[in-house]
């Protein structure tokens, strides 16, 4: 079973943020809990954690602005 991963909303006023990195690379593995990519807000940065073990298969670009909600990556 995949995860998908969406861009999450970290505050109530929240409607994009800027993926800054990714912190794993593309087909690597990764564990729950792991740092995977940084998040930037018009009022912080942020690690955000894997929430699940397998591989990390990323479907967008760094130094982009997404959608609160919108599909950045998936772990199979």
Do not use: N
């Not at 990390?56 to 609160?68: C, G, H, M, R, S």
């Amino acid at each position: 079973m995949s995860t998908i991963l969406t861009i999450p909303r970290l505050e109530m006023s929240m409607t994009e943020g800027t993926l800054t990195s990714w912190e794993v690379a593309d087909g690597a593995e990764v564990k729950e809990g792991d740092v995977i990519y940084i998040l930037e807000t018009d009022k912080t940065a942020r690690e955000i954690e894997a929430p699940a073990s397998g591989k990390l298969i990323q479907k967008a670009t760094p130094d982009q602005t997404y959608e609160v909600g919108t599909e950045i990556g998936e772990i199979v």
